[in-house]
């Protein structure tokens, strides 16, 4: 089975069946959400949705640590490779075979600045990402993002989706029922919300809205859930 879990904000580590560990939106040091070191975090390959400083702040220091390649847009994983480290561009729609399975990039409606030292030229659209891992588990990370009708092309390739309802900057819960009527995921995780007071959210009524559309998964930061 694979092995996720939640740092807090929208930070994840996902390890796949053969031992493979992906961490997604690495943002350790300063997530108030979160009391891990990104120096105990173990990774693979590391996963960027965008550029926002709460997404890739340690992007930089665990693929120093590990050696990960890093998985972003185009522009983003320019940008790393300018700082010598290993990437793997993809783009919105397109998705590459790794090792441990299949990533295609999904769109997302957010900004896409990249809040990194001489960053400012590798402005890019923020992004998803559905994996498809090799054991057959298909799990959807969807980003920043508000509610779109695109999500609809998701409708029965998602096992477990990821869904910010923060709102403020993302959607909130509202929108993010509405999306898991879009998607039909059988579980559904919330995230990007609680970090700060702006975006504090109640998760227990998000998953009362939610009802029997799908298994709400609410997830303390260091929880571990499997699928």
Known sequence: MAKLTFYGHATFGLETDDGTRLVIDPFFGDNPACDVS?????????????????????????????GATII????????????????SPQHIGGGVEYPFGHVKMTPALHGGKLDLPGGEKFTTMAGGFLITLVGGQRFYHAGDTS????????????DVAVLPIGDRFTMGPADAVRAID?????VVIPCHYD??????????????????????QVMMPNALFEF
């Open 38 to 66: 990104v120096d105990d975090v173990a990774a693979d390959f590391i996963l960027l949705t965008h550029g926002h400083f709460d997404h890739v702040a340690d992007a930089i220091p665990l693929s120093e640590r590990t």
């Open 182 to 186: 879009f998607i039909e995921p059988k």
């Open 147 to 158: 509610l779109m009708t695109d999500m609809q092309l998701l409708k029965g390739l998602v």
């Open 195 to 216: 970090t700060w007071p702006p975006i504090e959210q109640d998760a227990a009524a998000f998953a009362a809205a939610v009802g029997d559309r799908a298994q709400v």
């Open 72 to 87: 972003a847009s185009y522009e983003i994983a320019a940008y790393m490779e300018e700082k010598g480290r290993p990437a």
